[in-house]
């Protein structure tokens, strides 16, 4: 019997970034519009970016999927119609929403598919059932349900299942924490969080001691899901899903890449001992993150899944110093630069398919081809055209 | 109106009785939340509740997984002739409880559910099993009044008690403390952050999860006869954190015995409306938003993505129908300046002097004073 493969479902905070995880490999995108979300400070797109994005993804046998997967309350749910119907009008894959009257409107006007965002934190099989019966063809289930439940959602509630596979992790049951509503008068459930779960606290726990304990006690590890491909693939997992829309080009670019490599490598292979794995791992750590965890992919999380430690102690010791904006023998490689890098420094360049192709950053000019011995940041520079090399493709560098 | 609130014993059950209440929350220790009592202590309250013409009230609020939502599924048929009503939040407790039971249900709307649609949507889902809907905390008092007057169902809110801010399964105060006795034991934290504004956090951690909640409990018992008027058919009492004894001062605000300053300088804990009266929580959007990069639509051209003093312009063209040398430019600056500008210089990224540039590439132009990079680039 043919294997049931997943799709690999990337954040798209940007036009470009939905260029970019297409590019790398990504089967389908999410992205948002300028309202209805839960991501009010991203770039998110406009309505001719949207068109646009789609087109791109389309002619790449991509999806792309809209959130509007805010608590809409009444006078956000009274502007959607316009929305949805030009949605349904370029033709994007599927809306993912929260709420059972944001699942009605829809219904009512469209016919697009509908997958209930994990917002509605859906985390057994009843629940699916619940979606399914007014209208959900997919669940995008809470990230507290394992891999082996997922599957069994999936049999018994007959619907399409969606699981986060990576990424940064809401401590609570996603829809269920207002801390930012009640304390810094910004509803979170709309976009508004304040990441309050990623504070430090002083705890006094009635200990004998007068002392205070101090901790990260509510912030989670990060999601990484890559050596449990195999699950996913065996519960038959509809799609798995990278979360980040805020996070940047490297980021979707290199989650696209290494997710999928992964997934074709067990298509060709039908098993997952590549001594690639070792390399994709790599990959994943070159990206900034928190300590990853597999979180309650195949058991509850435990204590080890907490992240006690300050925000922005990354452990990436990479950073993204540009993107390919032209690469031909003709006008060599043109690289928007994001970070400045030096001449004689190795950059790598991160094909959409294999290996890093490393280079040494000898002979750099600006494009007007005066030579530079160092680069700056939002200029752009020519270095000499390697193969393989093209348009969108992203260079790091070891920091 | 009527009253609603949790028993925790019998003698929780005897007060509630003296009051006129005639119906009463008990929380078994495996469904509800905070339920703290084992089967053969609920069957004694329910029965006690009997007794006393209480409606028993089960309370299945908490989120669980397939692996433990099936089994304990499927101990509630053992408990049911003791249930009147099942009260429930998630959805599939909802669906199970509709479709294997034939009791009464009060949805638990508190998180979410802020539009009419989905709750009428809701209430319509299960046709006349759904008794009540209880409504978010969040909503403001404009809306409680449009809901208790468009629904079909009965609406609850909360009339004094802990606002929960947090809830996830994971065990948070487990691992900070040396030793914990049992897996049932309760841990309870007060908790602080420099970067929070407030100070002294209630958290508790138990069997079913942590949950943070708000310094300052909820009280709208100084809104009770305007929400009578609303037409809000009930309001809770949610005294599990507090003595039990100051239902009896609540009650007295209520029958006017009482002034309310003279209840709010009683009670322990600080009080609060939270949104009852505005609910502002999106009014700092549009400062979160940034504005440079929404304005993109109509004429928008693409984006300055080099800007070189004396040389040149680099414009990555966005836009499909490409740069003309013939075309004029409004440039609009990163700080709201706007340029306008002829462009007499056109090249593409090989450095060729060109009529045009296409769509979804780079063109050169000459360098224009005052334009930055990131400037948003506009057909004039
Ligand atoms: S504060 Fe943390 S737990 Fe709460 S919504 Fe934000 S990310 Fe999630």
Redesign the pocket.
Known sequence: MKKHFPEILAPAGSLEKLKVAVLYGANAVYVGGQKFGLRTAADNFTLDELKEGVLFAHQRQAKVYVVLNSFLHDKDLAEIPDFIKFLSEIRVDAVIVSDLGVVKTVASLTNIPIHISTQASTLNVEAAKFWKSVGATRIVLGREVSVKEAGLIKREAQIEVEMFIHGSM???Y?GN?V??NFTQGRD?NRGG??????FEYSLDLGLDSMEKKKAYF?SSKDLEGLRILPDFISEEIDSLKIEGRMKSHLYAGTMSKVYSEALSFYQENGHFLSEDLMSWEMELKKVSHRTYTQASLVKPAGPDSIFNERENSSDSEWQMVGKVLEASPKTGIVLEVRNAFNQGDTIEILPFNGKAVSIVANEITDIMMKPLSRTKPSTLIKLPFVDGVERWQLARQKV | MKFVTYAQNLNDLNRIKNFGFNEVILGHIDFSRFGKLSDEEFYQLAERAHDLDLRVVFEWDVLMTEEKFHPLALRLPNLLKWIDVLRLQDPGAFEWSLNNTQLPLQFIAENGNHNLRGLQEWADYAHDRLERIILSLELPKNKIEEYCQQLKVPCELLGLGRILL?Y?PRLLLTPLVEEKISYNQEIAAIGESEESPHKGFPIVENRHGTFMFHIKEFCVLDHHAELSAMGLSCLRFDLRWTDFSYLDAAMSVLKNEKSFEQFKMSFPQDLMKGFYLTNKTDVLFPKLKNHRLQNRQGDYIGEVIEAEKGSHLAIYVKNELGLKKSDRLKILHPKGEEFFINIYSLRNLALEDVEAVAGDSVAIIQYATGVWVKSHVFYA
Do not use: D, L
């Open positions: 809401c401590m609570a996603s924490c801390i930012s979170s969080c304040a990441h309050s779960c990623r509510m | 947090f996830t």
